[in-house]
Structures are given as structure tokens and as C-alpha cells.
């Protein structure tokens, strides 16, 4: 049994759902074919969720229209297919947006966000079966338990094998949604659906095939594989044909976005290979994640923009030391912000954390209950996997080197244009 997930960039429009189902039929018969949300249909929706929770009823209207318009555009493009099963979400979505919203943002924020990959999945399914193959359409709601952590659910790993296994039998290809499941209510009256976190359809698809022991996962992405940094930002990169887990992992930690971070674990503890290969070109070999025997050497290189570098003064005598460091943590942890790089003096701590206008005023304001708190912003964190002086010295070109933190392996620059 294989594994497919084909993100939101492969399905943004209607020749790429021919595109994965030429894919599917040529590759994937049989296989479990997770999906993301259509292109960009995740940001969309939590501009829904924002007007929702703001009473922004124009805005909100205007939010609905615009998603509605573009997936119809895209079945009206696929032209045949029963798709009374997308209809049927959006008309879902609308009666739900008609109730008066919760004061529970997280929980109000998965019910919304969720749709798009149920629009997506029920489009590419009525189009695969419009086209002679037969799919099965599980809802990952009713196989992905979770806890009812919103935005960031907890996999219960016993639950959700249980019902994969008895789900997913036989040789027909499953369709199934990334990135969504669901959680018994935190007041016991019934179910409620959550995510995994932005961009945790990778990790969904690294879930059933743990679950399914299968033979291998392919994500098939709108790059050759996995890349030594993100063309976005890089001109010359060069493709890695052949990772460790190890290495794998770490790219993605330091934030490589090209896979989900979470989505190697399950894998490498089962020794089930992960493929990153391009869409636009199927018949590329692209990069291979699995039990190599060779530890990259090629100089990676991952750029984060839109940083900010808080340092922390305590405001009395004391230093940093175990209980500020846990009460700084503590802090950290209650407002949702993860730290992308952390350094201490004896009476400073630095930290480096993405500029989420969402969440970096409530950080500031408590930390300043205990610290004298200064901040830059505008930064950029680069890091480099196998780095070398000469790699180091060129990406520092027209730069202000402000925090600079090496281990054996990774060096991280946190650096400002000149
Ligand atoms: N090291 C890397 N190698 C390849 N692509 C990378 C790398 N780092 C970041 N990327 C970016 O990841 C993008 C693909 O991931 P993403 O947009 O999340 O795909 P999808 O939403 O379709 O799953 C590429 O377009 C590329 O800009
Ligand atoms: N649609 C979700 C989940 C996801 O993984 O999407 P993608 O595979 O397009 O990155 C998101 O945008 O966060």
C-alpha cells in the first residue's frame, strides 16, 4: 500500500486535479490519496473565521462569495462529476456561519478552517469516479482522533490506528483529507473537529502510512524534491537526491517548508520511505527520505524572514537562571509562540520568534510583567546544515550579523539588511 499527498499548490485549479488524477491512475491505484485545501483556500477561510468572530457580515459575505466562486469555477472547469456532495459542505458552512459565534476562537477556527479540505477531497473524488475510477471517500474526521487541542491537535495513535485499519481494506484508492480530525467535546456532548496544525497535511499522510504499514509515502510538490535551500529565496540550489531521516527532520525543524516537520517520525520509526517528488514533472525521481547510509554534505541553507530578536532583562538582581528560565518558558508556552533560536548571558536571555501580529503583543505584554523587555525587528534567521566559513561569509554579504550561534552541524545567523 502506498501513501499520496498532494498539497494545495498541486490541486490549485482544474488541470491540476486532471494532473493528480493522471497521477493516481498511472502511480497511485489503490494507494491512500491525502489532499490539502485547494491553493490558497486555508488563508481564505481564516479570513472567514476573522469576520466571523468580528460580526464583520459584509466581510463576510464577501469572504464566502469569493470561496465559493472559485471552487465552482473550478468543477465548472472539470466539467462532469456529481458534485452534490460540495454543495452540500457549502451550504454546511453558511448554515453554521448564520449561528452567533462562540467565544471560543481555536474551536470556532477548526470547525471553519477544516472545510476546504472537504471541498477538495469531495471535488477530486466526484471527478475520479466521473472518469472511471473508483474511489472510497473517508472522512479523516472519523479516523484521525485527536485531543482537543485546537489548531495544534494531539494524535491518539491507539484510536486512530484502530480505525484506519478497519477504514482503509481493500484495493480500491482512498480519498481522504489532510490536516483535519476530530476530538470528543471537551464537555462530553459530542464530537468536534480539529487540526493539526498549518501545513499538517504532510503529517496526515505520515499517519495512515504508519498506521497502514505502508510501503512508502510520495508528496508531490511544485518543486524536483527536496532542495539544498528554498528557490524562492535561492537562484542556484541543487537538488538532494537522497536524505537520512536525521537530516531530514532538521531541515524541517529549522523550518525548510517543504515538508511538515512532524511527518518523518512516524515514518523513520516504522523505516517507511517518504519521496518528495514534482507533479509537474511525475516521472523524476526527486528525493528519496529513508535509512541512507549517507549523512548530507551539501552546504543547506534555510531563510526565515519577518523575525524578531527579544531580549529579556530581569528587573531585579537576579540572574538567568532555573526559575527565570522556566518562568520565561512558561510565558512562551501560554501565548502559543514558538522560539526559532535562544541564547543567555548571566543577566540577559535572547530570543528569536516569528513576527505574528496575532501573538507578539500579548508575548510582550507578559513578559514585561517580570522583564525589561527590548526588541529589533525586521530580521532574518538563516540557517545552514554542513556549513563551511566560505558558505557562512556569503550569505553575511550586505548583512549586519546580530546573533550568531554555531553547533557541530548547524550554524544560525540572525542577521538585518544593510
Ligand atoms: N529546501 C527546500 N526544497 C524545496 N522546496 C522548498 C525548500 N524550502 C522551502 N521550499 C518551498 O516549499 C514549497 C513547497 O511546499 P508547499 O508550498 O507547502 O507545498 P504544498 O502546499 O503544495 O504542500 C516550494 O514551492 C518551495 O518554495
Ligand atoms: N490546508 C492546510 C494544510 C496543508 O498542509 O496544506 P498544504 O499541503 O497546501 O501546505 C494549510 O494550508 O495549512
Known sequence: MKVFKFGGASVKDAAGVRNLADIVQAQGQGAVVVISAMGKTTNALEEVVRAYMNRQADELQRQLQILQTYHESIMG?????????VHQTLRTLSDYLRRPPSARY??????????????????????????????????AREVVRTDATFREGRVD?????????KTVKGPVT???????????????????TTTLGREGSDYTAAIF?????????????????????DPKYFDETVLLEKLTYQDAIELAYYGATVIHPKTMKPLQNKGIPLYVRSFVQPGAPGTMIGNVEQRLTTPSFIFKVNQVLISLH?????????DNLSRIFGRFAQVGVKINLMQNTA???????????????????????????????????????????????????????LLEQKSRYTAQLVVKNL
Open 77 to 85: 472547469e472539470l466539467a462532469g462529476g456529481d458534485f452534490s456532495a
Open 106 to 139: 481555536d474551536e470556532t477556527y477548526d470547525q471553519i478552517v477544516s472545510i476546504g479540505e472537504l471541498l477538495s477531497t469531495q471535488i477530486v473524488a466526484a471527478y475520479l469516479s466521473h472518469i472511471g475510477l473508483p474511489v472510497r471517500w473517508v472522512d
Open 157 to 165: 495513535w491507539d484510536a486512530t490506528q484502530q480505525r484506519i485499519v
Open 174 to 192: 482512498t480519498i481522504t483529507q489532510g490536516f483535519i480530525g476530530q476530538t470528543g467535546s471537551p464537555d462530553g456532548t459530542g464530537y468536534r
Open 209 to 229: 502510512a504508519y498506521c497502514l504499514d505502508a510501503e512508502s509515502v510520495t508528496i508531490w510538490k511544485d518543486v524536483p524534491g527536496v532542495l539544498n535551500a
Open 314 to 322: 530581569p528587573n531585579d538582581f537576579s540572574f538567568i537562571a532555573e
Open 347 to 401: 543577566i540577559s536571555f535572547s530570543v528569536v520568534v516569528d513576527n505574528n501580529p496575532d501573538r507578539l503583543p500579548a508575548l510582550l505584554t507578559v513578559l514585561r510583567q517580570d522583564f525589561r523587555v527590548t526588541y529589533n525587528d525586521g530580521l532574518e534567521l538563516i540557517t545552514i546544515r554542513h556549513y563551511d566559513q566560505p558558505t557562512i561569509d556569503r550569505v553575511l554579504v550586505d548583512k549586519k550579523l
